[in-house]
């Protein structure tokens, strides 16, 4: 259903995988050329204004409203926010990356869970990508309640 949030669409997706499979996530990239078009509009915009900054950061809250929220409280890194949830050294383990066809690289990343350890894999066009994708398939599933038998992969 096109009202759904594409984030709720990927949980049910990853619910319905099959259980003796890892959940896994492809992270996206965001396009060089957005930016670009960012870096054109508001240099147009100094430009336009007389070489004010005032204009130009009117205009930027506008198109980004949360701005001062996420200035003081950005967002921890996906890999750390899972190291630190399992802050015993060694107990995050990551696979090597493995190139798939097209120039895909996919990245499994293990944690501890009770009564054994669960896998998650990641998709993405580097191995950093992989791993970032992988974390955060990672900290979704586990952000979810935990039920008995609702292991995903068991080691």
């Not at 191995?127 to 974390?135: G, P, S, V, Y």
Request: glycine share 10%.
């Amino acid at each position: 259903d096109e009202a759904e949030p594409v984030d709720k669409k990927v949980d049910k997706a990853l619910k319905q995988i099959n259980e003796v499979d890892p959940p896994e996530l492809d992270m996206v990239e965001v396009p060089k050329v957005l930016g670009d078009v960012f870096e054109a509009l508001f240099g147009g915009i100094y430009l336009d204004s007389g070489h004010n900054l005032e204009v130009v950061w009117s205009v930027y809250r506008r198109l980004c409203p949360n701005l001062d929220q996420v200035v003081a409280n950005p967002p921890i890194n996906i890999k750390k926010q899972l190291l630190e949830m399992f802050p015993t050294v060694g107990s995050v383990v990551f696979s090597s990356a493995t190139k798939e066809g097209g120039g895909t690289v996919t990245v499994t990343v293990s944690v501890p869970v009770e009564g054994g350890r669960r896998s998650f894999k990641g998709r993405g066009r580097s191995k950093k990508l992989a791993t970032l994708a992988a974390c955060k398939c990672a900290l979704r599933r586990l952000g979810e309640e935990e039920l008995p038998g609702n292991l995903i992969s068991e080691e």
